[in-house]
């Protein structure tokens, strides 16, 4: 098994955070994560997040870099858990990260942080 701590994040995964809309990202989040979790990581209400997946709006510029950022770790975690695993570990205490959650360091801008404990969490198996 590759040592993903020691590679790239996958191009895969990459590409599909830079092509794919903003509506689209924001919808697979909240399929993931739950509508809440992203209003808590972009500090908006769940009604805006609601909005940006029907297209009815786009969300600001600093959204959605952090929303991209979340696609990337979602989707890193998703390659080896199934969905419920990747909500529960953004919702859960982080022993890596000074047991804080993944989706409020994400919303302080720690993303960095929660990337790396992600690929802590994908190599532990």
Avoid at 4 to 23: I, N, T
Avoid at 53 to 58: Q, T, W
Wanted: proline share 6%; glycine share 6%.
């Amino acid at each position: 098994m590759t040592n993903l701590a020691m590679r790239p994040l996958g191009r895969s995964v990459h590409k599909a955070s830079v092509e794919l809309a903003s509506a689209s990202i924001v919808a697979r989040l909240q399929e993931v994560l739950g509508r809440d979790v992203v209003a808590i990581i972009t500090g908006k209400t769940p009604r805006q997040v609601s909005r940006w997946v029907a297209g009815e709006a786009k969300p600001p510029l600093q959204e959605q870099r952090l929303l991209r950022d979340t696609f990337q770790v979602v989707e890193l975690l998703a390659e080896v858990d199934p969905d419920e695993v990747v909500r529960a570990w953004f919702i859960g205490m982080n022993p890596q990260l000074e047991d804080a959650a993944p989706a409020e360091l994400i919303a302080e801008g720690r993303v960095r942080d929660v990337m790396a404990a992600a690929r802590a969490f994908v190599n532990a198996g």
